[in-house]
């Protein structure tokens, strides 16, 4: 992985795409709750949500919408980023390279390189922290270029433009002691620095137990052992 030739895989993964477009399309079920109804070209966004509340889910579902009218999307970071999940969430995999584990002193510049290439980043930062001058040049190089960052973890220098947080969740199938899982409904709460929908709040499913992501009506009740509300 030392040699991972980023900046050629930059140059080659190159979209046509949005030209004039200053918001690229997201799923439906987030068109409420995001400022322009997608996500604007040049920002940040982070995705916060406490282990095992789908922070990963919520960041490949905030993708699949431009991924799937053409943009070009990438994850770098994210060892544990499974093919199958960002498929099932919309995801096109044919238009999604991956860098799992880049070396540590490697990543700001992985990131760099794949901002000049693709649409969408999905961004982990190695042990969960990122020095400020790589902070500030990579929100920097995502400006210019019209990508947009999705910070998924770790500890930034700034506030994301947009933060989406999982504030609740619920499974769907599982009783006292019996049961499968089907699936997770989460209220997804809107925060940032520019305000850019700031207090907006939704339910999604994440996933549906049909699969895919699809919007949510509240639980009717939610079980204390399964929510926690920071």
């Not at 930059?10 to 997608?38: D, M, N, S, Y």
């Amino acid at each position: 992985m030392a040699n991972f030739p980023a900046a050629a895989l930059g140059a080659q993964v190159r979209p046509v795409a949005w030209a004039a477009e200053r918001v690229l399309p997201v799923l439906a079920p987030f068109e409420p709750i995001l400022a322009g109804g997608g996500l604007r070209r040049g920002s940040s966004v982070a995705v916060e949500a406490p282990s095992g509340w789908g922070a990963r889910s919520l960041a490949l579902a905030l993708a699949a919408g431009a991924s799937a009218a053409g943009s070009w999307c990438a994850a770098v970071g994210l060892a544990d980023l499974g093919l199958l999940a960002a498929h099932e969430t919309g995801v096109v995999l044919q238009r999604f390279p991956q860098v799992p584990a880049p070396p540590a002193k490697e990543w700001a510049g992985v990131v760099a390189a794949l901002v000049e290439g693709v649409d969408i980043v999905l961004a982990g930062p190695p042990l969960g922290q990122i020095r400020p001058a790589d902070g500030r040049r990579l929100a920097a190089r995502a400006r210019d270029r019209g990508a947009v960052m999705v910070r998924v973890g770790g500890h930034w220098p700034e506030m994301a433009d947009v933060v989406l947080r999982v504030t609740a969740v619920e499974w769907e199938g599982l009783g006292r002691g019996h049961g499968h899982l089907r699936g997770r409904r989460v209220e997804v709460e809107v925060d940032g620095r520019r305000g850019s929908g700031s207090g907006r709040r939704t339910w999604l499913w994440l996933p549906h137990p049909s699969g895919g992501v699809a919007a949510a009506e509240p639980p009717a009740r939610l079980a204390p052992v399964r929510v926690l509300r920071p």
